[in-house]
């Protein structure tokens, strides 16, 4: 698979996980993470390491990358939740959105712990950012002690899953540093039959859990989650990410076309968007929940056409337009003036 078809995949699995009760929605979030750390490790070497200032340069790029869809999402989310419940009352009141959440809604930071958020999946992104901001030096050590960066950076985190569990930036830096690592080693890139065989084994266990009637309930939630699935699912998901790493890293070798750049761009809008309908349907339209599953399911085509469009057409006319102005002031403050090479446009 081509790696903009499958950014494009994994955003639609968490599409699947929020309209549904298929509890697999924090893998692909899980093999982002790793897919940012490979091409955040590339593109620091082939292209930020030859800029005025390359850690001010790639601090703003990265910034640059994620704002405008985000702030275009976050308004529109921000409008759903408390500018129209003044002219239409909800049916289900919205939570209230802390100070900490107005906050973050502009700048990301701080996303992940805020309270009464109204974009829900925009908490990866507050983790992204972060990682933004300590990429460099983590870089810079694995290039010269890589034993002593991967040792602190799994003591770090397992220090963080212990006080903070999901909370803490911390908590997800091994998914970073294995695209680090992939993208350090390319003798690590797995070989086709293995990345087959990964892609297998995932498809495997997710079959196993959702046939066998003792495994279900740690695979599907829906609205009212069992003890099974608060204690088990997390370990389901990193366990399935684990399994599927070789398959997500063997995608970046494969050469993109025009349109899979294009799906590359997009999965990111979907990754937001798909939000909205859902959040407007949870307030407005609480009685689809009720409606026998067939025809639920048939209602809720609709909203993912609907987040598939819009996904589309915020790629189209406002995430490009934005990644071209971005890409022209990276190319500016390139000190050699070469442009990078192809196929580092993330």
């Known amino acids: 698979m081509a790696p903009g078809a499958f950014r494009f995949f994994l955003a639609t699995v968490v599409l699947v996980f929020h309209y549904s009760s298929f509890g697999v929605g924090h893998t692909p979030v899980y093999l982002f993470f790793a897919l940012s750390g490979y091409w955040v490790y590339s593109m620091w070497h ?43 009352p909800p049916q289900v009141p919205f939570a209230s959105v802390d100070k900490l959440a107005w906050l973050s809604s502009f700048l990301i930071a701080g996303y992940n712990t805020a309270s009464g958020v109204p974009l829900t999946p925009a908490w990866s992104l507050d983790i992204e950012l972060q990682f933004y901001f300590v990429a460099p030096l983590i870089i810079l050590v694995l290039k010269k002690r890589p034993m002593l960066a991967v040792g602190v950076c799994l003591a770090v985190s397992i220090a963080s899953i212990v006080m903070f569990y999901d909370r803490g930036f911390m908590s997800y830096v091994p998914c970073f540093v294995a695209g680090f690592l992939a993208a350090k080693y390319p003798a690590m890139k797995p070989t086709r039959q293995l990345a087959i ?56 070798s494969i050469r993109s076309s025009r349109f899979d750049r294009f799906l590359s761009d997009a999965s990111y809008s979907l990754y937001l968007v798909h939000w909205l309908p859902l959040l407007f349907v949870s307030h407005y339209a609480t009685h689809l929940s009720s409606l026998p599953s067939p025809l639920r399911a048939l209602v809720t085509v609709p909203l993912i056409l609907l987040s598939f469009a819009l996904s589309g057409a915020i790629t189209q006319f406002v995430d490009r337009p934005c990644s071209r102005v971005r890409e022209r002031f990276v190319k500016q403050r390139r000190i050699d003036h070469q442009p990078a090479p192809v196929g580092v446009t993330s």
């Open 46 to 88: 082939n292209k930020y390491e030859f800029t005025r200032e390359p850690y001010m340069t790639f601090v703003i790029s990265r910034i640059w990358r994620l704002a405008p869809v985000f702030l275009l999402c976050s308004l529109s989310a921000l409008a759903i939740a408390m500018i129209l419940p003044i002219i239409v």
């Open 197 to 252: 065989g990964s892609a297998a084994l995932t498809l495997f266990v997710i079959a196993v859990f959702a046939c066998v009637p003792a495994l279900r309930p740690i695979l599907f939630g829906g609205a009212h989650h069992s003890p099974l699935y608060i204690a088990y699912n997390p370990i389901l998901n990193i366990g399935l990410a684990v399994l599927a790493l070789p398959f997500a890293f063997n995608t970046v």
